[in-house]
């Protein structure tokens, strides 16, 4: 099993572009999520998914949309990249919930100038 | 969402025990303590979770006292590769409430 993946793992992009990070995961897990990290704050939740067809917001979705067409996927899509996005993003996965054990991606590294 | 705060960074030697105390006062009845453990340009990796008391596992031991304000993650006799950052996480059952710790960042020394 290849886990989670994610691509790009670099990227940067000027104010005002829009890009979309990739997410797979090759375990079947219902839970999917999206995690920004930034320097001394942790992990923050941006959207999380619990099935396909089904998404929600988390504590900082301002900026950024999902979908989950398929059990495997969930891409995030920065719409008009601001400066205050440069962040690492994570996307991870579970059997059941957020609460319960995730695996996470390699993470994206994203700056944006 | 419950506020989740740990200590900054911690140092320790070669064969210690090492305890990272997590604190979390709001904490809701049904909510979950799990610590993950990140390496630099890694994605976090589960360590342990619990709900009360304690819980022990192959690597680590997490003790979570009567009123669940704190937990506290203990790794016996740490070598240099346990040199990272360790994060906390509060969560409900369902996974929509979540709140990391900011991570101690752990330094074992030969």
């Known amino acids: 099993n290849a886990g989670v993946t994610q691509t790009p793992k670099f990227q940067v992009l000027k104010t005002g572009q829009s890009m979309t990070l990739q997410c797979a995961q090759d375990?079947?897990?219902?839970?999917m999520s999206w995690y920004r990290q930034d320097p001394g704050m942790g992990l923050r939740l941006i959207h999380y998914?619990?099935?396909?067809?089904?998404?929600d917001q988390g504590e900082v979705p301002n900026g950024y949309n999902v979908s989950r067409s398929t059990t495997e996927d969930f891409p995030l899509r920065l719409l008009s990249a601001a400066p205050s996005q440069t962040s690492v993003y994570f996307c991870?996965?579970?059997?059941?919930?957020?609460?319960?054990?995730?695996?996470f991606g390699p993470g994206t590294r994203l700056t944006v100038l | 969402l419950a506020k989740t705060t740990q200590p900054i960074s911690m140092d320790s030697y070669e064969g210690q025990e090492v305890n990272i105390t997590c604190s979390h006062n709001?904490?809701?009845?049904?909510?979950?303590i799990t610590w993950y453990q990140q390496f630099p340009s890694q994605g976090p990796r589960f360590i342990i979770q619990?709900?009360?008391t304690k819980v022990t596992n192959e690597v680590a031991s997490l003790f979570i006292p009567a009123d669940r304000k704190s937990s506290t993650l203990s790794l016996p006799r740490v070598s240099l590769s346990d040199t990272a950052v360790y994060y906390c996480?509060?969560?409900?059952?369902?996974?929509?409430?979540?709140?990391f710790g900011g991570g101690t960042r752990l330094m074992v020394k030969p």
């Open positions: 991870a996965s579970s059997s059941t919930s957020g609460r319960n054990e995730q695996f």
């Open positions: 375990m079947n897990h219902e839970y």
């Open positions: 998914s619990v099935g396909a067809g089904i998404t």
């Open positions: 709001n904490i809701a009845t049904n909510d979950y």
């Open positions: 619990g709900y009360k």
């Open positions: 996480l509060v969560a409900n059952n369902a996974g929509n409430m979540l709140t």
